[in-house]
T-cell receptor, first 112, second 107 residues
Framework: NAGVTQTPKFRILKIGQSMTLQCTQD?????MYWYRQDPGMGLKLIYY???????DKGEVPNGYNVSRSTTEDFPLRLELAAPSQTSVYFC???????????FGSGTRLTVV | RKEVEQDPGPFNVPEGATVAFNCTYS??????FFWYRQDCRKEPKLLMS???SGNEDGRFTAQLNRASQYISLLIRDSKLSDSATYLC????????FGAGTRLTVKP
């Protein structure tokens, strides 16, 4: 039972480069989320999705993009990476918006 | 005022101690409440939901006070393995995460 799988686990990007963070869940959850966690701060919501084909912005969407073509996959795209995007990124999923989340193990991204 | 506020700690306690964490939230319309546990360099994991009547899971007890807009987590007979950061989470149509309270249990 894999749950929520994120790849890669670590990545170093140069300023201006782009990359996609992958997230897959095998629990048939409709709701999926992308958060970033900075030291000493609570998790901040970047984007979320309530089902395949539906995405919406969270609290800190600038510099990111998402798509949700299937129930299982919810990739996060970083365009033109900036040092401010250095963070730990977590993908999560849930059965409903009012239920506890299952998180992936995270991606540690450094932009230099 | 932050939407969800927690004492950052750290709380350093000996094994067997009882420790309590509090969390306050700003939106009185918040609907559901949770405690998560996050180990160092790991993902958050759901510890327990918090119900209006209070609820207990083994050594862990969660309480909700809607009038004062705070939730609490009590850990009894603390173990070394309880060392982690505890995140308070409040749902007011968006899940809002506190920054966490760090607990270290020492032998």
């Amino acid at each position: 039972n894999a749950g929520v799988t994120q790849t890669p686990k670590f990545r170093i990007l140069k300023i201006g480069q782009s990359m996609t963070l992958q997230c897959t869940q095998d629990m048939n959850h409709n709701y999926m989320y992308w958060y970033r966690q900075d030291p000493g701060m609570g998790l901040k919501l970047i984007y979320y999705s309530v089902g395949a084909g539906i995405t919406d912005k969270g609290e800190v969407p600038n510099g990111y993009n998402v798509s949700r073509s299937t129930t299982e996959d919810f990739p996060l795209r970083l365009e033109l990476a900036a040092p401010s995007q250095t963070s730990v990124y977590f993908c999560a999923s849930s059965t409903t918006s009012n239920y506890g989340y299952t998180f992936g193990s995270g991606t540690r991204l450094t932009v230099v | 005022r932050k939407e969800v506020e927690q004492d950052p700690g750290p709380f350093n306690v000996p094994e067997g101690a009882t420790v309590a964490f509090n969390c306050t939230y700003s939106n009185s319309a918040s609907q559901s409440f949770f405690w998560y546990r996050q180990d160092c360099r790991k993902e958050p994991k759901l510890l327990m939901s918090v119900y209006s009547s209070g609820n207990e899971d083994g050594r862990f007890t969660a309480q909700l006070n809607r009038a004062s807009q705070y939730i609490s987590l009590l850990i009894r007979d603390s173990k070394l393995s309880d060392s982690a950061t505890y995140l308070c989470v409040v749902n007011d149509n968006d899940m809002r995460f506190g920054a966490g309270t760090r607990l270290t249990v020492k032998p």
